[in-house]
C-alpha cells in the first residue's frame, strides 16, 4: 500500500456490505443475500449458514417425531401404514443426527475454531464452503428419496439409491468439514496458546471431530458396499442393511456425538458461574473419555448385545459422564450461579448426559433384556435431545452476541430450558418404564389395549410435544432478533468471557482481530488480561490517592 | 522499532518478529484427509472379509467357481502403481534441489504410470468378466476396487494442478508443500493398492 492510498478501519461484519478485507487483500467484494451465501468462503458466513440450515431440517426431523408419537396412541387417528411408519422412524433418526446435531456443531465450529484459537480465517475456506452446500444438497435428496418412497425399507429402487446416495454425500461432507476445523485448530492456533490452553469447545471438536473423522469413512464404506449391493439389483434385506448402519445413532457411537455439547457446556458454566475450572486438563480428561468411549461402534459385531466389548463400554461411559458433571458442579460450587438461560441450558445438558449415560449402562446389562425395547429410543432421546440439543440451544444463547452481534432473549431462552429440559424427561421417562416392565419394542404402534402403556406412550408425545414447542420458541426467538436484527446490540464481550473470541467486536470483522491479540498464558487469555487491567488500574489509582 | 540511547544505537536493529505463519495447514489437511480415507478402505476391507466368512459359512465358495482371476495384469496393474510412488517422491527430491527439468520429467512418468495403472485395472474388470450383481464376492470387490480406482484418479487430478504450478515456476525447496502432499496421497493410493492386491486379488488368486 503506498502513502497517498487510504485505508479504511476494518468494521464488524455487518452481512455483506462493501469492508476492508484482511490485512492486505483489499476491499471485499460487495454481495448480501443468496449472493453472498453462494459465493462465500468466509468461515463466519459459512458458520451462520450451517446453523440455519441445521435448524431447519430440525424442524423437519421435530415434527417426523411428532407423528411417530402420536401413532404410538391408540386414539382412532391412525394416517399412516406401518411400512410408512418404519420409513418414518429412520427418517427422524437420520434427520436429527446427520441434518442436525452433526451439521450444527460442524457449523458452530467453523464460526467459532478460528476465532477462539486467535486466527484470522479457517485452514481451507472453500473445503469448508463445499462442505457447507454438499450438506445442504444432501439433505435435500435425502428428504427427497424419503418422498420418493425411498429409505432403507422403500419400495422405489430409484428412492433407495437416492437415499443412499444421500447418506454418502452427507457422511462425505462431514468429513470435509472436519479436516478443515481439525486443521485450523492444530496449525493456526495463535502463539502462546499450547494444546493444553486451547478452549475446550475446541478440544471437544478436536476430540469429537477427530474420531468422527475416522468413524464416519467407515459409515461412508458401508453405504458404498450397500449402494453397489442395491444399485445392481440384490435385495438390502440379504445384507441386513439397517444392523449396517443403525450404529451410528445408538450406543455407544451416541457418547461420540455429544462430545461437542459437553464442551459448550464446559465453556459457558465457568464464564456464567464467575468462576474457572479447577484445571482445563480435567475438563480435556472428561471430553476424551467421552469420545474414546464412543469410537468404535462400528466394530460391534452381530448380535453386539452380548458383546463384552459393548457391554464394558456402556458401563464405563458413566465415569467421564460423571466427571465432567462433576467438574461442572465443582464450578458452580465456587462461582455465583445465576438463571442466566444459557447457563441453565448448559448444567441441563450436562445432567441430560449424565442420564443417557445412566440408562445406557442399564441398556447393557444382558439380564434386563432392554436392548430393542423402547429403552433405547429413552436412552438416545436423553442423550441426544437432552444432552444435544439443549446443548446446542445453550450454545446459541451465549454465542449469539458474537454471531449475529445481538443478544436473544433471556425470557424466552428460559422458556425453552424449561420445556426442553422437563419435555425431554417426559419424553423419556415413561420409554424406560415401558422398557423395563413391559418390554414394548422399538417402533410398535397402536398399543391402547394395556392402559398403563397407553398413559406412558400419551405422556410420552406430550413430553415430545413440549420440546418441539421449545423448539419452535428457539427458532422464533432467533427469527425474530438474529434474523431481524432487533435483539439487544452486544459488545465485543458481553459476558466478561476467558477465551480469545471475546477478544474482538461482536461480529467479527473480516479477518476476525483488528487490535493485538492478549498474550496468551493459560486457557483464559481474555480474563487474564482483564485481570491485569484492573490491576493496573487499581495501582493507577493508588498512585493518584 | 527504533533504537534509544548512544550505546544501543551502535547496534543494528532488531528484524522484526516474524508473522504467525502458517504451519504446514495442507500437509495437516493432507495427514487427516489419509487418515480418514484408511478408516475408509479398513472399513470397506472389512466389509469384504465379512462377506467372505458369511459366503464360506453357508458352504458356498469364494470366490464362486466361474471367477477366474487374472493374476498377470492384476499384478503388473498395481506393481505399476507402486513404481508410480518412488517417481511421485524422486519429483519432491527434484524440487528440493532445484532440478526443474527433473521434476517435470518425474511428475510426467507418475501420470503415466497412473493412468496405466488405471488402464491395467479396467483391463483386469474386462478379464473378469463377471456383474457386479452376480455375488457377493463380485459386489464387495467391485465396492472396494472401485474406490480405489476413484481416489487414484482424485490423485492423477492432484498431480495435474502441482504438475500446471511447478511448470509456472511456482515451487522451490522452501515452498514445495503442496508437491510433498500431492506425493504424500500418492504414496496414500500406492500402500493401499498394495493392500487390496494382497487382500484381494493374490489371497483369491494367487498361485
Known sequence: MTMTETKSEPRPDDGGRAVEGPAGTGPVQSLTGPALWLTTSDHKVVGRLYLAFSLIFLLVGSAAGGVLGAERIDSGLQVMGSDALDQLYTLHGEVTVLLFLVPFFLGLATYLVPLQIGAADIAFPRGSATALWSYVIGGIMLLSAYAADGGLQGGSAIGVDLYLLSLAVLAASTCLALVSILTTAVTLRSPGMTMLRTPLFTWSMVVGGGLSLLATPVLLARLIELFIHHHFGADLGAVDAPGQLNWFWSIPHVYLLVVPAAGVAAEIVPVLTRSRLRRNSFGIAALGALGLLGFGAWAQVDPYADDLLYVVAGLAALIPALGLLGVLGDTVRRGRFSRQAALLMALGAGVHVFLGTLAGAMQVIPGLELDGTVWAAAQVHYTLFGGAVLGAYAALWYWAPKIWGVHLGEKAGTAAFVLTFWGVILLAAPDLVSGLFSGQLLGATRLGDDSLTAVLNTASVVGGGMAALGLLVVVGDLLARAGRKRGTRAIGDPWEGATLEWATSSPPPPGNFTDELPPTTSAWPVADQRARDRAEDSQGQDVDA | ?207
Open chain 2, 1 to 207: 522499532m527504533t533504537a534509544t540511547g548512544t550505546s544501543s544505537s551502535l547496534l543494528p536493529a532488531l528484524p522484526p518478529a516474524p508473522e504467525v505463519g502458517r504451519r504446514n495447514v495442507l500437509l495437516v489437511g493432507t495427514v487427516f484427509l489419509i487418515a480418514a480415507g484408511t478408516t475408509l478402505f479398513g472399513g470397506l476391507l472389512a466389509g469384504y472379509f465379512s462377506a467372505r466368512e458369511m459366503v464360506e459359512a453357508g458352504g458356498e465358495v469364494w470366490p464362486p467357481d466361474e471367477v477366474v482371476i487374472p493374476n498377470v495384469p492384476l499384478f503388473v496393474g498395481y506393481l505399476t502403481l507402486l513404481m508410480s510412488s518412488v517417481t511421485a517422491q524422486w519429483s519432491v527430491s527434484a524440487i528440493n534441489g532445484r532440478d526443474r527439468r527433473t521434476t517435470y520429467v518425474a511428475i510426467g512418468l507418475t501420470l503415466v504410470l497412473g493412468l496405466a495403472f488405471v488402464n491395467a485395472l479396467s483391463f483386469s474388470w474386462a478379464a473378469l468378466d463377471i456383474a457386479a450383481e452376480s455375488s457377493r464376492f463380485a459386489t464387495t470387490m467391485f465396492a472396494v476396487t472401485v474406490t480405489h480406482l476413484l481416489v487414484v484418479i482424485a490423485a492423477l487430478v492432484a498431480f495435474v494442478v502441482v504438475g500446471f504450478r511447478a511448470l509456472g515456476g511456482q515451487f522451490s525447496p522452501a515452498n514445495r508443500e503442496p508437491m510433498v502432499c500431492a506425493a504424500a496421497f500418492w504414496h496414500f493410493c500406492a500402500a493401499i493398492g498394495l493392500v487390496i492386491w494382497y487382500c484381494i486379488w493374490f489371497l483369491e488368486g494367487g498361485p
